[in-house]
């Protein structure tokens, strides 16, 4: 988008202030992992910079999970203001026995960006970002993965705004439009 996403606003509220208030709701404790940390100091939260120098979604897990005194630890983007602590919360109830809980829709579309992660993944995820692949479900196939079904998460978010990210301009304007009630 040109800029910092977590800055944006929706309802007159940063997009960062909506994921931190949801995660508040179910979380003792919060961690932002950003290269700008100076941005941040406002927020009561731990705050890191990437361990790793590689810009990429999973150095941010990484370092968020390399920072963190948690067992597990939900991990959530910037730009996802939608988040519902109810589903949040049934998923911290799944944890027992896996290394990752994920939501996944159609049976393929996985969402690494509203998972758990158990810092028994730091070495596995070490290895990935030292090598040539970055992608977050590389670290899938070395993992028990506990794959959270659409059945399970329509009883929180039927609509499944949860996993709605605002990358573009147009959905950023379209969230916009939604709380407005736009009409075109």
Request: glycine share 6%; aromatic share 8%; with cysteine.
């Amino acid at each position: 988008m040109g800029r910092d996403k977590a800055f944006l606003k929706l309802e007159g509220v940063p997009l960062i202030e909506h994921v931190l208030r949801t995660l508040r709701g179910v979380f003792p404790r919060t961690i932002i992992v950003t290269n700008n940390p100076s941005a941040y100091v406002a927020y009561d939260a731990v705050i890191v910079t990437d361990a790793v120098k590689k810009q990429c979604p999973l150095a941010g897990i990484y370092s968020g999970l390399l920072s963190s005194t948690d067992e597990y630890n939900f991990v959530a983007a910037c730009d996802m203001p939608f988040l519902n602590p109810g589903l949040i919360t049934y998923m911290t109830g799944l944890v027992n026995g896996y290394d990752i809980v994920v939501p996944v829709i159609a049976g393929k579309n996985v969402e690494p960006l509203h998972a758990i992660y158990s810092k028994r993944l730091l070495p596995v995820i070490k290895k990935q970002l030292h090598g040539d692949e970055r992608k977050i479900q590389a670290i899938f196939k070395e993992a028990r993965v506990k794959y959270v079904t659409e059945t399970e998460i329509d009883r929180y978010d039927p609509e499944r705004r949860s996993f709605r990210n605002l990358n573009t301009l147009d959905e950023y304007k379209e969230a916009t439009c939604l709380d407005l009630e736009c009409r075109s």
